[in-house]
């Protein structure tokens, strides 16, 4: 059964302003870690290895994180992906370094507090 739509409600669109969006450094290991344990422990996959290279993303609204982004280097051989791009296997090599995968997308809000970055439950 399909989700009754909810429009935002004139007041929620302030929440947009006030998202802020940051790369979780290796510098920085505490963030990190606790980026990794919360992927593992929320996450579909239980899993937050990424491959070759990769960016970390938090999304947070007054200091509380309320999404992670994951993206790591792209499968070296995709045949739908190649097939759309319309790379030969000469070119793929040399172009697979612009590509980045999203590897993880995960909302971590509650659904009563805001609807319109809900999960599933």
């Known amino acids: 059964m399909a989700k ?3 429009l935002p409600v004139s007041d929620e669109p302030h ?3 006030e998202l802020v969006i940051k790369l979780v450094l290796p510098s920085e290991p505490s963030e990190q ?6 992927v593992c422990e929320h996450h579909y996959l239980h899993n937050a ?15 509380n994180w309320v999404a992670l982004l994951g993206w790591s280097a792209p499968a070296w051989h995709l045949a739908a992906r190649d097939a759309w791009v319309g790379w030969s296997e000469q070119q ?7 590509v980045g995968q999203n590897s993880r997308f995960l909302i971590l ?3 009563t507090q805001f609807p319109n970055l809900e999960r599933e439950p």
């Open 92 to 98: 793929r090599p040399g172009r697979l370094p612009f």
């Open 15 to 17: 929440v947009l302003d």
């Open 33 to 38: 870690d606790r980026w990794n344990q919360s």
């Open 49 to 63: 290895t990424l491959v070759g290279e990769q960016l970390r993303y938090v999304v947070a609204y007054r200091g």
């Open 4 to 6: 009754p739509l909810r």
């Open 109 to 111: 809000t509650d659904r």
